[in-house]
């Protein structure tokens, strides 16, 4: 399970440890991820950067080392820049890019040659977002992330179904849901740092004063997750509007039209 270290990645731990499983926990903050595994057993915690390869196929080296085999493998970590498109910078795409898609590319990569080897029943599980499959204003890097993470998944089960493999794969598209995906500015490499501007303040401030006042609970949103993989459910969205969302999108596509934006709340 990686992004562990708070939000949807925190809870999901703490359900599968409640189904009798063991976890491996990763997250890049050290200190946030000491706190998700404090107290409960057979977890073991392991600090990475998702958007590096080697930090991930260590991971994965630490769970076999560990555990032995890997039967759900829970890609989640996700980060959130915004903005207006013509004012993000290149850094702005390479982190949420490097979170957001390299991190489930390099989860997919690390892990599955290990699960597919193992000739036993799995699962992986991807964190998009609502925002994987509709568009909306100031959030182009985020989006962008979003949208090439779900189709990142979908490939992914459709090779995995064309090799008869008996691994499962699930998309979770989240709408609002009260994390700390506001603040992930905190996670950001000073490499990839960037002033921050006027319009990117702004939907930042919107994003948390959403997800804090009207976020689903975490902890409802692991439990949709644990459904889903027990009954082999591919797209995971955490609030009933979602199909007349997705209709209303495709509907403006079919008419040539600009899809209308999503209702996050």
């Keep these: 399970m990686t992004g562990a270290g708070s939000g949807i990645g925190r809870a ?25 595994v404090s107290g409960l057993e057979g977890t073991s915690s392991f600090v990475a950067d998702v958007s590096r390869f080697d930090d991930v196929d260590a991971l994965a080296e630490h769970a076999y080392e560990t555990f032995g085999a890997t039967h759900v493998l829970c ?29 489930i590319l390099n989860g997919i990569r690390a892990f599955v040659p290990r699960m597919l080897a193992a000739a036993t029943p799995g699962h992986v599980v991807n964190t998009v977002s609502m925002a994987g499959l509709c568009t909306n204003a100031y959030s182009g890097p985020y989006t962008v992330s979003k ?26 598209v989240p709408a609002a849901v009260d994390t700390r995906i506001a603040s992930s500015r905190r996670n950001r490499p000073a490499a990839l740092a960037g002033a921050r501007s ?12 959403l997800t804090t006042t009207k976020g689903a609970p975490p ?23 979602y199909e007349q969302q ?12 600009l899809p209308p934006m999503p209702d996050f709340d």
Excluded: Y
């Design 246 to 257: 997705i209709r209303a999108r495709f509907d403006a596509l079919a008419e040539k039209s």
């Design 147 to 172: 949208f090439a993470a779900q189709a990142a998944t979908e490939c992914l089960a459709h090779d995995l179904r064309a090799i008869n493999a008996p691994i499962k794969v699930s998309a979770v």
């Design 75 to 103: 890609n989640n970590a996700g980060v959130f820049a915004g903005g207006f498109m013509w004012e993000r910078s290149e850094a702005d795409f390479e982190w949420t890019l490097g979170v957001n898609l390299w991190g």
């Design 198 to 209: 006027d319009d990117a303040r702004f939907v930042e401030q919107a994003l948390n004063d």
């Design 12 to 36: 999901v731990v703490r359900r599968l440890v409640n189904e009798q499983m063991r976890v491996v926990a990763a997250d890049i903050e050290a200190e946030a991820l000491a706190e998700t």
């Design 219 to 241: 902890d409802d949103v692991a439990a949709m997750i644990v459904n889903a993989v027990r009954h082999d459910q591919f797209l995971v969205p955490t609030k009933p509007s």
